[in-house]
């Protein structure tokens, strides 16, 4: 949706890595989501801005905001890659 509305297609080697955590706190348990994007070829600004729109209008992002901490991370983009 993000980068459709952008009118964008999404770079050939786009990756996302997801992870989630299983802890334990005092009233019980508790998830964790680590979502760690890759965009090669993208400005780093604009790749960060897809990363954090999608993640605003994902429909699981949606449901379970305020109910698991979820943090996004940019791994790769134009600025990471060798010249």
Do not use: W
């Amino acid at each position: 949706m993000a980068t459709g509305r952008r009118r964008l297609a999404l770079p050939a080697g786009t990756a996302m890595d997801a992870e989630v955590d299983l802890g334990k706190a005092e009233d019980g348990f508790h998830l964790r989501g680590r979502l760690a994007v890759s965009l090669p070829g993208l400005d780093p600004t604009l790749a960060q801005e897809l990363v954090e729109e999608a993640h605003a209008t994902c429909p699981y992002s949606r449901a379970t905001r305020g109910n698991i901490e979820v943090q996004l991370t940019l791994v790769s983009t134009m600025a990471s890659q060798p010249a």
